[in-house]
């Protein structure tokens, strides 16, 4: 028996058997949750991108892509599969920071990181 699925029958709510995806592309992303429960994110709804890290690791989840909308707050575990093409596409918003991907990558404290923000139209 593999290490994984040992780790899997002992703890079955460890963090990395609460499996959720994400999957971005051109128009947006779909984030589906490990209950089942999925949304649709459209780039032009998105408004603001936040990293925001807890105390809780490396047994919980403690990293977070935050993405605001114009209807809602999403919160993406950085675990979940496929967040490294959500990160490559956030990358291509105008002004992405990602000097506070990095600065949050490396912080274990509760913090919230400012990515990138929608400029406001006059």
Sequence with gaps: MGVRRWLA???PDWPVNRVARVAADDAGFRFSRAGGSEELVRWDDVTRVLIRTTD???????????????????MIPQPAHGCDGLLRAL???????????????GCA??????CWEREAIS
Excluded: M, Y
């Design 56 to 74: 809780k690791g490396p047994f919980d989840d403690d990293v977070f892509f935050v993405v605001e909308t114009t209807r809602e707050s999403l």
């Design 91 to 105: 990358q291509q918003l105008p002004g992405f920071d990602n000097a506070a991907v990095i600065d949050a990558i």
């Design 109 to 114: 404290d509760n913090r919230e990181f400012l």
């Design 9 to 11: 029958a002992r703890f």
